[in-house]
Each structure stands twice: as structure tokens, then as C-alpha cells.
């Protein structure tokens, strides 16, 4: 049970820190309104055009990849931390094994997102012509 006090007591902390934070900040800090803080702004230029743009593809594929083979560094890492203990108790083989199918697993996804193009960038048809005339 007192176990669980400390870890709601960091629950309450962790709350009210940033809470705090927030509204010390929304007292102290001034309120001039103007017209040029409510209006759009899109990296200091004045915004043209829509705001519905098609994005590539590429750019969500890329990020699914990378959010893949991120998240497995979360399970590669207590792994490799208890591997020794692991082989002693249960052997190498025993220890070895999931995280070596694991991984067969990972190559293999990295292989087939290789081959059919996922981690390449399309280039664009004045890059084509410029890598031609070189």
C-alpha cells in the first residue's frame, strides 16, 4: 500500500508542476492584444493560397518507419539489460531465441520496405533532369 503512495504522490506532482507553471505564467505575463497576434502566421510570410495542400506520402511512411524501429529499441533495451542474468537461469538458447526471431522479424519488415520503395525519396522531375545533364 505504501508503495502506491509514493507513486500517486509523483502522479499529484506531476500534475501540479506544469499546472502551476502554467498559471504563475498566465498572471505574470502581459496582455497586449493586436491584430498581429491573432492573424496566421506561416514561418514570418504572409500566407497564399489554401490551407488544404496534399502532402507526399512519403513524408507519413517515413515517420511510421521510423516510429517502427524506435519502438523496438524499447524492447531491445531491458532485454540486453537482463541477458546475462537470463542465460544463467534459463540458458542461451532460451534467452537467445525471441529476441533473435524478434529481430529476424524487424529485418525482414526493413527488407520489404527497401524493395518496394518506401525508403526512398521520389525526386522531383527538375532533379531527374539536372542528375541527366551531370
Do not use: C
Amino acid at each position: 500500500m505504501s508503495t502506491w503512495i509514493a507513486v500517486g504522490a509523483l502522479a499529484v506532482v506531476g500534475v501540479a508542476i506544469p499546472l502551476g507553471m502554467m498559471a504563475v505564467s498566465a498572471l505574470l505575463r502581459p496582455t497586449v492584444p493586436e491584430q498581429g497576434k491573432s492573424s496566421i502566421y506561416e514561418s514570418g510570410e504572409i500566407p497564399t493560397g489554401t490551407t488544404r495542400i496534399r502532402f507526399n506520402i512519403q513524408y507519413y511512411m517515413v515517420a511510421l518507419l521510423f516510429l517502427v524501429f524506435d519502438i523496438e529499441t524499447i524492447f531491445i533495451f531491458p532485454w540486453v539489460l537482463i541477458y546475462s542474468d537470463a542465460v544463467a537461469q534459463v540458458g542461451l538458447l532460451h534467452a537467445l531465441g525471441p529476441m533473435l526471431v524478434f529481430i529476424a522479424v524487424l529485418v525482414a519488415a526493413l527488407i520489404w520496405a527497401w524493395r518496394t520503395g518506401v525508403v526512398q525519396w521520389i525526386k522531383s522531375p527538375e532533379a531527374t533532369k539536372r542528375s541527366r545533364l551531370q
